[in-house]
T-cell receptor, first 115, second 112 residues
């Protein structure tokens, strides 16, 4: 069954460092998302991406965050200068098209620990 | 208060029993979904119910939706130890938005 793959599975970084989380969405999917889940809390929307541009972003997604689809397969989330509160599980998700109900396929997540 | 709140927060049952989880939301929706999350893993879509539907079945899952009360329930019948996971409801907005808003989740523990 097709799946969304994420790397790394776990990254530990020092506060202030840049982090790039990578995702390979399902190949025929056109709509991509990043969500995050702070330990024990809700899954929160960060950003959606369609047609090579950001479609929607949350208030969490400030200037420290950026997303990119550098080639035909990868979808990345960059955090320029990590803060302690960025420690969370980051989930990539994809969807076939933006039309209709947004049923998402999630990756297994990348756990980010900021020290 | 938050869109999407489940209750109970945690539920422990024996194998073979039924598990019922509830979700309440605040705004109008087009549809409501339920996702499952095994510990430390990603979310897996279980079932979607549209705002004009009242009940939907999928295998051992039964979902109801009451838009007048802005609530939904997920029933898992004849539970198995493998059903142990967290279960989240997720709503979209009735207006033009991409995001799903997830609830707080119910942690289900099924004992063999």
């Amino acid at each position: 069954e097709p799946e969304v793959t994420q790397t790394p599975s776990h990254q530990v970084t020092q506060m202030g460092q840049e982090v790039i989380l990578r995702c390979v969405p399902i190949s025929n999917h056109l709509y991509f998302y990043w969500y995050r889940q702070i330990l024990g809390q809700k899954v929160e929307f960060l950003v959606s991406f369609y047609n090579n541009e950001i479609s929607e972003k949350s208030e969490i997604f400030d200037d420290q965050f950026s997303v990119e689809r550098p080639d035909g397969s990868n979808f990345t989330l960059k955090i320029r200068s990590t803060k302690l509160e960025d420690s969370a599980m980051y989930f990539c998700a994809s969807q076939v098209t933006p039309e209709g109900a947004n049923v998402l396929t999630f990756g297994a997540g990348s756990r980010l620990t900021v020290l | 208060s938050q869109q999407g709140e489940e209750d109970p927060q945690a539920l422990s049952i024996q194998e073979g029993e039924n598990a019922t989880m509830n979700c309440s939301y605040k705004t109008s929706i087009n549809n409501l979904q339920w996702y499952r999350q095994n510990s430390g893993r990603g979310l897996v879509h279980l079932i979607l119910i549209r705002s004009n539907e009242r009940e939907k079945h999928s295998g051992r899952l039964r979902v109801t939706l009451d838009t007048s009360k802005k609530s939904s329930s997920l029933l898992i019948t004849a539970s198995r130890a493998a059903d142990t996971a967290s279960y989240f409801c997720a709503t979209d907005g009735s207006y033009n938005t991409d995001k799903l808003i997830f609830g707080t989740g119910t942690r289900l523990q099924v004992f063999p």
